[in-house]
């Protein structure tokens, strides 16, 4: 089986312009998680999903970044405008959910996003 | 605020050695912890689960331990390989969020 796919690998833009990740989790897993990795740090939780729901969005900066979970199964986060600042890893990970707790999560390779 | 905090400098051990990673934790009160791999350009991968009630948890080269007491958790390496070069990331739930430290970059040379 397929694990957590996401595209695409590599993103370059420039500043200013929006830019768009996109995420499918494993099948059947209802948690879905998006995190931001700056080098040599760990994952930071940006947004989690329970099936379509978003919950745990604090750390999401609302004024640029947006993220959907359509039907619960796919998601796609998006920054516009971007920032220099914005340059980092985008990962996804999914894991079964609530129902299941402190379940391991499943990551996909993530996106690297440069900004110039 | 919670914190996870591990070593932020890079360990370097000699091949057949025993690597020790260390993991604190405030303001948690896990049930739970994980650790993870995480080699350039991929993402994190599990490795091992241990539970508040169990003191240590073994897999093949893999030990944990965790001390709820002392809101630790280390993670051993024995008879350390280069193949085990990697940085490897403690992480706690904070409700149903998974929270992650830093890592800590392990160099195992031959």
């Known amino acids: 089986e397929a694990g957590v796919v996401q595209s695409p690998r590599y993103k370059i833009i420039e500043k200013k312009q929006p830019v768009a990740f996109w995420c499918n989790p494993i099948s059947g897993h209802n948690t879905l998680y998006w995190y931001l990795q700056n080098l040599g740090q760990g994952p930071e939780l940006l947004i989690r999903y329970e099936n379509e729901e978003a919950v745990d969005d604090s750390q999401l900066p609302k004024d640029r970044f947006s993220a959907e979970r359509l039907k619960g199964v796919d998601s796609t986060l998006k920054i516009q405008p971007a920032e220099l600042g914005d340059s980092a890893v985008y990962l996804c990970?999914?894991?079964?959910?609530?129902?299941?707790?402190?379940?391991?999560?499943?990551f996909g390779q993530g996106t690297r996003l440069t900004v110039v | 605020s919670q914190k996870i905090e591990q070593n932020s400098e890079a360990l370097n051990i000699q091949e057949g050695k025993t690597a020790t990673l260390t993991c604190n934790y405030t303001n948690y009160s896990p049930a739970y912890l994980q650790w993870y791999r995480q080699d350039p350009g991929r993402g994190p991968v599990f490795l091992l689960l241990i539970r508040e009630n169990e003191k240590e948890k073994r897999k093949e080269r893999l030990k944990v331990t965790f001390d709820t007491t002392l809101k630790q958790s280390l993670f051993h390496i024995t008879a350390s390989q280069p193949a085990d070069s990697a940085t490897y990331l403690c992480a706690l739930y904070s409700g149903y969020a998974l929270n992650f430290g830093k890592g800590t970059s392990l160099l195992v040379t031959p």
């Open positions: 990970a999914s894991s079964l959910g609530i129902g299941v707790p402190n379940t391991e999560a499943f």
